[in-house]
């Protein structure tokens, strides 16, 4: 598929990708296309080391509404994907793959985060929200178990039990400010000074060596689930001994010691 892409579009800036969700007329709602453009941009990622950070977003008036209803009410036709669960597995699979890229994911959010739009925001690496954001676990609003797509892994782990849990039970949405003051977001601006609040992120982002930041990025989600901390140290241990092998190393002592910013190499 490639760059052929219609529900999503992909800028490159640099070293780093912004990933903007093109469905505005829909609020960016998830399509049976935008989950195969989706899982194709998400899946060629893992061995694009040209990308180093990847910036995702809405076009419009909201970040992603969350499943296309009407459409996925209307076409009830099987998809032989997603590991024999069909559609569920399918879109699953982006938010796997979101997890598994070696790149951070800065999400810009703003106006609705809804269900798997909200999965979207979960599952990168830092979200910074807009004013108008409101974010909330709509599946149970549906009929549906607000236990989908890798929300009752993502949440609880972010904001804790509690929070989650009125969340996840109620499907009430949580606001910009709320989010901020749960540690959900790392900062909330005017929606119209997103895309300026992101490039300090992305400067102190890619301040990191390369193989730094993937690994970073990698050992955080292992430890997360370690079973203790020797396993959680074991995974320290092995990534400090490789970055130290690589010239970035020496690069960044000198520079630390110089006072300037690294001029770091590909690894």
Known sequence: MGQDY????????????????????????????MVEELNDYFGRLYNDGSVRVVVMRGAGKAFCAGLDIKERSEDRGEIPFGGGFGFQGYLADVYLKMRRCPQPILALVHGAACGGGFAFALASDIRIAGESARMNSAFIKLGLSSCDMGVS??????????????????GRFITA??????????????????ESAAQGWIDDLLAASPMGLRMTKEGLQMATDAGSLEAAMAIENRNQIMTSASPNFHEGMTAFLEKRRPDYTPD
């Open 6 to 33: 219609s529900t999503i579009t992909v800028e490159k800036r640099g070293e780093v990708d912004w990933l903007t969700l093109d469905r505005p007329d829909s609020l960016n709602a998830i399509s049976l296309r």
């Open 153 to 170: 892994y993502f949440l609880p782990r972010l904001v804790g039990q509690s929070l989650a849990s009125e969340l996840m039970l109620t």
């Open 177 to 194: 400010q709320r989010a901020l003051a749960a540690n959900l977001v790392s900062e909330v601006v005017p929606d119209d000074q997103l």
